[in-house]
């Protein structure tokens, strides 16, 4: 086994340089009853809460020198007791992702690896007993210095507690995989380590680490320090008697545990294919975590831990990460919040599906009166009712109380009197994607609406020009872009037209924000970001089908992508039509570099692609599908298609910057993360076809200098 205390830390320190805020080792001694003696650690960097404590090398290991120091008075029969807790509201969050991205080599890693092991470690080595007070926020490392501990208690406030590593291309490695399982139970553990990441990097409540026995313990945020000690105090003293009710016991280990390992491994290949690796690794880990000791599991996770750093996945997932925390933020091309007009009313043309999640999103977000509007009172009606059952399907899960759930279906009514829109500040059309159908519908409401109203279209293909081709004031139409569902997706895409004024484009990026999406600006051109590469992937895949290629195979052949779904199953999930009309669109602005299906049309047609029973699982493809594409005699194999992929992709991106669709390459991949599910661990579209090749071949160089890939490459 490792012996931690013959490596070499500080030679991590001086490689990090000056820049780390180090969290710091505050302790002080608190009084118990009986005249015994808790020493309370503090980690606390000195700032605010916008700047969580993080865990650097240099502070690692002052962490543990106050940890020896500590273990040293405990001898000495000065302390009976040590616990850690964090500054208001925090205890750690985790490493600092910023340090990790810049280790320069593996020995480097394996070094920093090590040195969360050897530091956190110490707090399991005190002798006398062992708590941490989560306080607040624990992500990652941050959580995994409570594992450490004998005994945890939780703030029944703590917003967010979490293993997130395997959504970022890693794996709780400073005892997570190890501790965890034997703690809480194999099922609990793979909910924290493996599903929460997965879903968006769900967290845990202080209920819910308290619920799943993460926590021994569980206070109100008004005392939960005082509370925390005095329970400290009864464990000491004998009066209260821990019990883990979560504990696995000898049955959970000979049968439930390798069994719920195979569940787990055939639901994230149903669900994200192999490409990543991290949550493969994290699942070995834990299998190995039911027997053997601690000190085995830690050097196993060095070992694991040490090659993902090294690796690509990582590096393109601290890349997005930084896109979706930072970028976000700054939007490039926004401008002054300062000019952005105020919005106290949302109008919405149509009264259909789509035009129900936006009037849905703008009352729950804005809290503003919306009115929807459509060809006769029946569909007006229609469209109220059904925002009217989403906003009771909330209540019944308890997103929203009965009082906001009344106040909400209020502030919603609905006409086929245009003047009614007269005092709306906002108003968005959701009507069907025809040309001719947009222009008049803007043309009709803006005889009703003051000049200072914004008009917003959400169009997914057609142009934000020609659409207010008939208006009378076509500065204050912008494109908002929106992706479905609505409530779920984070991204919409802004469109600028060369008219759309800058007041016009502020009050947009604001209203964004305000539904709390992620808004990137695109120039008005067909297919705007994510739609217009969607569409060199679906042409790719119908090429190849209509030369004869299975559809199997050419779903096979793009998997390296990563994506959330196949070529097949995104074509039955926009629809045979919309694929169709997507495919049509952009085949008509760019005849040379996209691919028209008459077979898609066929398709389209027919109905259907895939096959499904009655609970819609899909069983294979339709065959009747399958005769209608199946003339082509010139198939082509998977890593052919693959490439020709790339490179079509490449050359769309590269043309798109020239053009100045987006400002840079990461608007681009900001776009593909949040519209088309990119996943993290590709790092967004441009850095997968930089470490492919794909840039090289097709314009000579690379989007990225240097290319985003890991320390081994």
């Not at 650097?56 to 040293?72: F, I, N, P, R, S």
């Not at 380590?193 to 021994?216: M, S």
């Not at 008009?455 to 009378?472: F, Y």
């Not at 997706?489 to 009050?507: F, G, Q, R, Y």
Request: aromatic share 6%; net charge negative; with cysteine.
């Amino acid at each position: 086994m490792t012996d931690y205390t013959k490596i070499d830390f500080d030679s991590l320190v001086a490689l990090a340089g000056d820049d780390e805020v180090v969290t710091h080792s505050y302790v002080r001694d608190v009084p118990l009853s009986a005249g015994k003696t808790l020493a309370l650690l503090t980690l606390d960097n000195g700032r605010d809460h916008t700047r969580p404590n993080t865990l650097g090398a240099a502070t690692l290991l002052e962490y543990a020198k106050t940890l020896d120091e500590l273990k040293a008075r405990a001898a000495a029969g000065e302390i009976d007791a040590v616990a850690v807790t964090g500054k208001p509201f925090i205890l750690a969050a985790g490493a600092d992702l910023s340090k990790v991205a810049e280790i320069p080599d593996t020995e480097t890693a394996t070094k920093f690896v090590q040195l969360g092991h050897y530091a956190l470690g110490k707090l399991s080595s005190v002798g006398v007993p062992t708590f941490v007070f989560y306080n607040g926020l624990a992500l990652g490392g941050g959580l995994e210095i409570g594992l450490h501990a004998d005994y945890r208690t939780v703030d029944a406030s703590a917003p967010a507690l979490a293993l997130p590593e395997v959504f970022l291309g890693l794996i709780p490695g400073w005892g997570g995989a190890t501790i965890l399982p034997n703690l809480i139970g194999i099922e609990n553990a793979l909910k924290v380590v493996i599903e929460n990441p997965l879903k968006q990097n769900r967290t845990l409540k202080g209920q819910d680490a308290y619920d799943l026995g993460i926590a021994d313990a569980i206070f109100p945020s008004v005392s939960y320090l005082e509370d925390s000690i005095r329970w400290a105090d009864e464990v000491i003293s004998g009066r209260i008697t821990v019990k883990r009710r979560n504990e696995p016991g000898k049955v959970e280990r000979l049968v439930k545990w390798d069994a719920a390992i195979g569940i787990a491994t055939k639901m994230l290949k149903s669900r994200i294919g192999s490409i990543p690796q991290s949550p493969y690794a994290a699942l070995d880990l834990m299998k190995a975590a039911k027997s053997g000791t601690r000190a085995e599991g830690f050097q196993r996770e060095d070992e694991v831990l040490t090659e993902l750093i090294g690796g690509d996945q990582l590096h393109a997932s601290i890349y997005a990460f930084n896109l979706v925390q930072k970028r976000t933020k700054r939007p490039a091309g926004a401008p002054d919040k300062a000019i952005a007009k105020k919005v106290t009313k949302v109008g919405v043309l149509g009264a259909g599906y789509m035009a129900g999640q936006l009037a849905l999103l703008f009352v729950r977000r804005l809290r503003v009166p919306v009115v929807i509007t459509d060809l006769d009172q029946a569909r007006v009606d229609k469209g109220v009712a059904y925002i009217a059952e989403e906003i009771d399907k909330l209540l019944a899960k308890g997103r929203i109380s009965p009082d906001e759930a009344n106040r909400l279906k209020a502030l919603v009514t609905g006409t086929t009197d245009k003047a009614a829109f007269a005092d709306c500040d906002w108003v968005i059309e959701a009507v069907f994607e025809e040309l001719e159908i947009k222009q008049n519908v803007f043309a009709e409401v803006e005889q009703f609406i003051s000049p200072e109203a914004v008009l917003a279209t959400n169009t997914s293909s057609l142009s934000v020009e020609q659409i207010g081709a008939k208006l009378a004031h076509p500065e204050r139409l912008v494109g908002f872009h929106f992706f479905t569902p609505v409530a779920v997706m984070p991204l919409i895409e802004v469109v600028k037209t060369p008219h759309t004024d800058e007041a016009t484009l502020s009050t947009a990026m604001v209203t964004a924000k305000t539904l709390k999406k992620n808004a990137v600006i695109t120039a008005d051109t067909p297919g705007f970001v994510v739609n217009r590469l969607l569409a060199v992937l679906l042409g790719e895949a119908m090429r190849a089908v209509d030369e004869g290629t299975s559809f199997q195979t050419v779903d096979e052949a793009m998997a390296p992508l990563g994506l959330p779904m196949a070529p097949s199953a995104l074509l039955d999930l926009v629809g045979l039509k919309v694929g169709a009309h997507v495919l049509d669109t952009h085949h008509a602005a760019f005849p040379e570099r996209f691919y028209r299906s008459e077979n898609l049309h066929r398709l389209a047609d027919y109905g259907t692609l895939l096959d499904k029973d009655d609970k819609g699982k899909v069983k294979g493809f339709d065959k009747g599908a399958l005769k209608i594409v199946g003339g082509g005699r010139n198939p082509r194999p998977a890593d052919e298609i693959l490439i020709a992929l790339q490179d079509g992709l490449a050359r769309e991106v590269r043309l798109m910057l020239d053009d100045d669709v987006v400002a840079a390459a990461e608007d681009i991949d900001l776009c593909m993360v949040l519209g088309a599910g990119f996943p993290f661990q590709m790092g967004g579209l441009t850095p997968y076809l930089d470490r492919v090749g794909a840039s090289e071949r097709v314009f000579g160089d690379t989007f990225h200098h240097p290319p985003v890939r890991g320390v081994s490459n």
